[in-house]
């Protein structure tokens, strides 16, 4: 077996270079950008090159390849020098992808029908049967508009000789438009002059137009179309949401959906809202666990009986990603010729299926020579150009083919083209390839958008796939003269408005990061109160008044032994602030917050991730406290609480001020203030015990003592002088926290805010907002009705002693509390756990039910 030599080199005279001719001169349609790069010192370029970096991580484009940075994404690379495509290339390509497309189109409708080109044996068998991609539930299924291909991509690279050659398929799961888009953006703002010296095409309106494809499969004037991703878990979720964006449509996941009545439903705070379209990203096979893969927790189950009666569209169709194994191109030219009776209009690269047994000989006696890929995905087996290749790795690689050899196939090494690339204000030769993407607008309308996903390797690499570090290169496809360029500034804005809907899980993510936000913002404030306190030189008989209450208002810690630590201590509160997650501390209510904001990145501006991202890098890398001092524990733990209580109260204003006030964000605060509502009621309780306890035996000045301690430790200590203008007492104490509206932490204040915000997202009508109106309006009459200060006057003041088992007021703020806790369940089953709310002619399975599905 031929052995490659071990740190081979590319020789450029085996490959195509895009700028320069065979002289080393600038081809024509690149003068102008040399011209004007020339003109350029260094530092301007590499200025010009961080700026657009910065766009780039400006706009939150991303990929992520591995999760090594805050929120664990990665910006997306776009190269200063961008791909210029001629007119006349354009065109032979844009026919060459077309013609293949109406070739597969017929492939897909003969496989999953009367199967002619097997039965006749003009294609192998195995290859197309034995595929994973090949989808037996689909010849059950009429696919969208009578065709299986809609919005599809192509992969294309340069032979030596300049001819384009097809790579591969991206027909049924076309990946990387968003980032086409996003590079011309970026660059339309770095290099706005260096447009004015070419006519460009436009693909701007690029997303409207697959928006009016997707709606056009609708009855319905005014259909809900859904974008179907994985989630966060995809390296490509950034451009799932930008598309999503684009198009004005929701970004779901599985969860998302509902089946009901073989329709499918999308959970949203305002009830279940039909859905006719589904733009699909992820896999067929993990697209409904009762058809395909039973362990899929991506899919919708039930989604293909709603394909099947018809109440759904799923596009691209189902089975279509058979058009994506790489063992059938090499029967392209089959295709073309059998279905179209047509000579091919571009070559392909050469494309070896190990499944068979002629091929696979042909490619192990010079194994070095090939580079070895599964039937699908960017995984690569073969080592890139650098990597030594020796004889043990040659028998690994053999060991992996012959396990499944059906399941890969080879290609030459070469089918990438020479490019330039700057780094660092300097010139760097990559190589590259392209992806070119279709859209079926009509039984024989189809266009090929006027642009590409230019891909560029790393240097020293063949390999320009962004699963493997390839970055990018903005593409442009020269026009006839007169038309306008794509500096237009309509190019930089979107065209659709953001989604109206918001779905439950989104709000409920939202929700609970508000919750969990303002816990970790309280606890950290009380802390930061009591370390500030600690260094004041409190008299022996404060210290004892004060210490009691920090006690019962802070939530208590368990030594290894289970005896509870004292906050009182130094190594208490360092704990409190700093213990790892479910231990109940201000870390772990910044982890907790954090992790559901990461779920709902694209629904957070830029600002209040950032925000978000150094609030919790305050607790990533705490030191252990026994190798601290005292005064260190006390100096870090104050530090660290100060900080997360300004920019805890950062992140809502940032987000108020940059983020749109839509259904998420505004359970963001009806979170926040639900939160505020317990901590106060449950302050409120245990401040009430501890006085009535104290009753009759502490004298006013000590009540006071406790009350002001109190008051600090939920920062209204400045509000209630600012109210009362009066020494502190348990009356007042009591009326401004449960019932003035002014206060910010009034219980009543915080029931109010919600109440407003619930009631801007679901129609009057809705049972679950009934429901929630009505156990917040009987919490505030509660609040409202009695004397608090009477209540108080006649159990503290008065010094009149008894149980707190036994008192009125305890018992009447035990209710409130109790009741303030049930606010959550009447939220969460009115709007988050997707609460069924259907017209009654739809719900004949559920008529008489009133729970939650």
Same mark, same amino acid.
């Given at each position: 077996?031929?052995?490659?030599?071990?740190?081979?080199?590319?020789?450029?005279?085996?490959?195509?270079?895009?700028?320069?001719?065979?002289?080393?001169?600038?081809?024509?349609?690149?003068?102008?950008?040399?011209?004007?790069?020339?003109?350029?010192?260094?530092?301007?370029?590499?200025?010009?090159?961080?700026?657009?970096?910065?766009?780039?991580?400006?706009?939150?484009?991303?990929?992520?390849?591995?999760?090594?940075?805050?929120?664990?994404?990665?910006?997306?690379?776009?190269?200063?020098?961008?791909?210029?495509?001629?007119?006349?290339?354009?065109?032979?390509?844009?026919?060459?992808?077309?013609?293949?497309?109406?070739?597969?189109?017929?492939?897909?409708?003969?496989?999953?029908?009367?199967?002619?080109?097997?039965?006749?044996?003009?294609?192998?068998?195995?290859?197309?049967?034995?595929?994973?991609?090949?989808?037996?539930?689909?010849?059950?299924?009429?696919?969208?508009?009578?065709?299986?291909?809609?919005?599809?991509?192509?992969?294309?690279?340069?032979?030596?000789?300049?001819?384009?050659?097809?790579?591969?398929?991206?027909?049924?799961?076309?990946?990387?438009?968003?980032?086409?888009?996003?590079?011309?953006?970026?660059?339309?703002?770095?290099?706005?002059?260096?447009?004015?010296?070419?006519?460009?095409?436009?693909?701007?309106?690029?997303?409207?137009?697959?928006?009016?494809?997707?709606?056009?499969?609708?009855?319905?004037?005014?259909?809900?179309?859904?974008?179907?991703?994985?989630?966060?878990?995809?390296?490509?979720?950034?451009?799932?949401?930008?598309?999503?964006?684009?198009?004005?449509?929701?970004?779901?996941?599985?969860?998302?959906?509902?089946?009901?009545?073989?329709?499918?439903?999308?959970?949203?705070?305002?009830?279940?809202?039909?859905?006719?379209?589904?733009?699909? &990203?992820?896999? %067929?096979?993990? *697209?409904?666990? #009762?058809?395909?893969?039973? +362990?899929?927790?991506?899919?919708? /189950? !039930?989604?293909?009986?709603?394909?099947?009666?018809?109440?759904?569209?799923?596009?691209?169709?189902?089975?279509?990603?058979?058009?994506?194994?790489?063992?059938?191109?090499?029967?392209?030219?089959?295709?073309?010729?059998?279905?179209?009776?047509?000579?091919?209009?571009?070559?392909?690269?050469?494309?070896?299926?190990?499944?068979?047994?002629?091929?696979?000989?042909?490619?192990?006696?010079?194994?070095?020579?090939?580079?070895?890929?599964?039937?699908?995905?960017?995984?690569?087996?073969?080592?890139?150009?650098?990597?030594?290749?020796?004889?043990?790795?040659?028998?690994?690689?053999?060991?992996?083919?012959?396990?499944?050899?059906?399941?890969?196939?080879?290609?030459?090494?070469?089918?990438?083209?020479?490019?330039?690339?700057?780094?660092?204000?300097?010139?760097?030769? &990559?190589?590259? %390839?392209?992806? *070119?993407?279709? #859209?079926?607008?009509?039984? +024989?309308?189809?266009?090929?958008? /006027? !642009?590409?996903?230019?891909?560029?390797?790393?240097?020293?690499?063949?390999?320009?796939?962004?699963?493997?570090?390839?970055?990018?290169?903005?593409?442009?496809?020269?026009?006839?003269?007169?038309?306008?360029?794509?500096?237009?500034?309509?190019?930089?804005?979107?065209?659709?408005?953001?989604?109206?809907?918001?779905?439950?899980?989104?709000?409920?993510?939202?929700?609970?990061?508000?919750?969990?936000?303002?816990?970790?913002?309280?606890?950290?404030?009380?802390?930061?109160?009591?370390?500030?306190?600690?260094?004041?030189?409190?008299?022996?008989?404060?210290?004892?008044?004060?210490?009691?209450?920090?006690?019962?208002m802070l939530p208590p810690l368990e030594r290894g032994s289970g005896e509870r630590e004292s906050i009182s201590s130094s190594t208490g509160r360092y704990r409190l602030t700093f213990d790892p997650p479910g231990s109940g501390s201000v870390g772990s209510s910044i982890e907790r917050a954090t992790r559901n904001a990461e779920s709902i990145q694209e629904c957070l501006s830029n600002e209040a991730s950032r925000t978000l991202s150094a609030l919790r890098s305050i607790f990533e890398r705490p030191r252990k406290a026994a190798r601290l001092t005292d005064a260190q524990r006390a100096m870090l733990t104050r530090r660290a609480c100060e900080q997360a209580t300004d920019?805890?109260?950062?992140?809502?204003?940032?987000?108020?001020?940059?983020?749109?006030?839509?259904?998420?964000?505004?359970?963001?605060?009806?979170?926040?203030?639900?939160?505020?509502?317990?901590?106060?009621?449950?302050?409120?309780?245990?401040?009430?015990?501890?006085?009535?306890?104290?009753?009759?035996?502490?004298g006013e000045h000590a009540r006071e003592i406790q009350l002001s301690a109190f008051l600090r430790l939920l920062n209204c200590r400045d509000v209630y002088r600012r109210v009362y203008q009066m020494r502190i007492e348990p009356g007042p104490v009591l009326q401004m926290l449960c019932q003035n509206l002014m206060v910010p932490r009034s219980i009543n204040r915080c029931l109010a805010q919600c109440r407003n915000l619930l009631e801007k997202s679901r129609p009057e009508s809705s049972s679950g907002l009934q429901r929630a109106f009505a156990g917040i309006d009987a919490l505030r009459n509660e609040l409202l009705q009695p004397d608090w200060g009477f209540l108080a006057?006649?159990?503290?003041?008065?010094?009149?002693?008894?149980?707190?088992?036994?008192?009125?007021?305890?018992?009447?703020?035990?209710?409130?509390?109790?009741?303030?806790?049930?606010?959550?369940?009447?939220?969460?089953?009115?709007?988050?756990?997707?609460?069924?709310?259907?017209?009654?002619?739809?719900?004949?399975?559920?008529?008489?039910?009133?729970?939650?599905?």
């Amino acid at each position: 077996m031929h052995q490659a030599k071990q740190g081979a080199t590319i020789k450029e005279g085996a490959h195509w270079n895009e700028l320069l001719d065979a002289a080393g001169q600038p081809r024509e349609i690149y003068a102008p950008l040399f011209r004007r790069f020339a003109t350029a010192t260094r530092g301007e370029l590499k200025r010009t090159d961080e700026q657009l970096e910065a766009t780039m991580r400006e706009m939150g484009v991303t990929f992520d390849i591995a999760r090594d940075r805050p929120w664990g994404k990665r910006p997306w690379f776009c190269d200063l020098m961008p791909q210029i495509f001629t007119a006349g290339e354009w065109r032979m390509l844009a026919h060459g992808m077309a013609q293949r497309l109406h070739a597969y189109e017929c492939f897909l409708r003969d496989v999953y029908g009367e199967q002619r080109i097997l039965r006749q044996g003009i294609v192998p068998l195995h290859p197309v049967l034995g595929s994973p991609y090949f989808q037996r539930a689909a010849r059950a299924l009429k696919p969208p508009g009578g065709r299986f291909l809609h919005l599809s991509g192509m992969a294309v690279g340069r032979a030596p000789d300049g001819r384009m050659v097809v790579k591969h398929h991206y027909f049924g799961q076309a990946s990387g438009m968003s980032y086409m888009i996003q590079n011309r953006r970026a660059m339309a703002r770095v290099l706005p002059q260096a447009f004015g010296d070419y006519s460009l095409h436009s693909i701007g309106d690029a997303p409207t137009e697959i928006l009016e494809v997707l709606r056009s499969f609708a009855g319905d004037a005014e259909p809900t179309v859904v974008l179907l991703s994985s989630g966060q878990g995809s390296a490509a979720y950034s451009e799932h949401s930008f598309l999503a964006r684009r198009m004005g449509i929701p970004l779901v996941q599985g969860d998302d959906l509902l089946v009901l009545n073989d329709r499918v439903y999308l959970k949203t705070v305002t009830g279940l809202e039909r859905v006719e379209v589904i733009y699909s &990203r992820i896999s %067929d096979t993990w *697209l409904d666990p #009762l058809v395909f893969r039973r +362990d899929s927790l991506l899919g919708v /189950p !039930g989604l293909v009986q709603c394909i099947r009666q018809g109440t759904v569209s799923v596009i691209n169709a189902v089975g279509s990603q058979l058009a994506d194994d790489r063992a059938m191109l090499p029967f392209a030219h089959t295709l073309i010729r059998y279905y179209l009776n047509e000579a091919p209009l571009l070559d392909d690269l050469d494309t070896y299926w190990l499944g068979d047994l002629d091929q696979r000989e042909f490619v192990l006696n010079d194994l070095a020579r090939f580079i070895v890929r599964p039937l699908y995905g960017e995984k690569i087996l073969s080592p890139d150009e650098n990597e030594p290749f020796n004889e043990k790795q040659q028998h690994a690689l053999l060991r992996e083919i012959l396990e499944n050899p059906a399941g890969f196939v080879a290609q030459p090494r070469g089918s990438s083209a020479l490019t330039m690339c700057y780094e660092g204000g300097k010139p760097r030769t &990559r190589h590259q %390839d392209h992806i *070119l993407f279709a #859209l079926y607008r009509g039984e +024989d309308d189809c266009v090929v958008f /006027p !642009g590409a996903l230019t891909r560029v390797a790393e240097e020293g690499s063949f390999f320009t796939a962004s699963e493997l570090g390839g970055g990018s290169k903005d593409t442009w496809v020269e026009a006839a003269s007169g038309t306008a360029s794509d500096a237009s500034p309509r190019l930089l804005c979107d065209v659709q408005a953001p989604s109206r809907h918001v779905t439950s899980r989104v709000a409920e993510a939202f929700y609970w990061t508000g919750r969990y936000i303002e816990r970790a913002r309280n606890l950290a404030s009380m802390i930061a109160v009591i370390e500030a306190l600690e260094t004041e030189e409190l008299n022996t008989t404060e210290r004892m008044l004060y210490r009691p209450v920090w006690n019962r208002m802070l939530p208590p810690l368990e030594r290894g032994s289970g005896e509870r630590e004292s906050i009182s201590s130094s190594t208490g509160r360092y704990r409190l602030t700093f213990d790892p997650p479910g231990s109940g501390s201000v870390g772990s209510s910044i982890e907790r917050a954090t992790r559901n904001a990461e779920s709902i990145q694209e629904c957070l501006s830029n600002e209040a991730s950032r925000t978000l991202s150094a609030l919790r890098s305050i607790f990533e890398r705490p030191r252990k406290a026994a190798r601290l001092t005292d005064a260190q524990r006390a100096m870090l733990t104050r530090r660290a609480c100060e900080q997360a209580t300004d920019l805890a109260a950062q992140f809502f204003g940032v987000a108020q001020t940059t983020m749109i006030a839509d259904d998420g964000w505004r359970f963001c605060e009806v979170g926040a203030n639900i939160e505020r509502a317990v901590i106060t009621a449950n302050a409120l309780t245990t401040m009430i015990r501890s006085q009535l306890r104290s009753a009759g035996q502490a004298g006013e000045h000590a009540r006071e003592i406790q009350l002001s301690a109190f008051l600090r430790l939920l920062n209204c200590r400045d509000v209630y002088r600012r109210v009362y203008q009066m020494r502190i007492e348990p009356g007042p104490v009591l009326q401004m926290l449960c019932q003035n509206l002014m206060v910010p932490r009034s219980i009543n204040r915080c029931l109010a805010q919600c109440r407003n915000l619930l009631e801007k997202s679901r129609p009057e009508s809705s049972s679950g907002l009934q429901r929630a109106f009505a156990g917040i309006d009987a919490l505030r009459n509660e609040l409202l009705q009695p004397d608090w200060g009477f209540l108080a006057e006649l159990e503290i003041e008065a010094g009149y002693a008894r149980p707190a088992s036994r008192s009125d007021l305890v018992t009447r703020l035990e209710g409130v509390l109790d009741r303030t806790l049930a606010i959550h369940d009447l939220v969460a089953d009115g709007f988050l756990n997707h609460q069924i709310h259907m017209r009654e002619a739809e719900q004949p399975l559920l008529k008489g039910l009133s729970y939650a599905i």
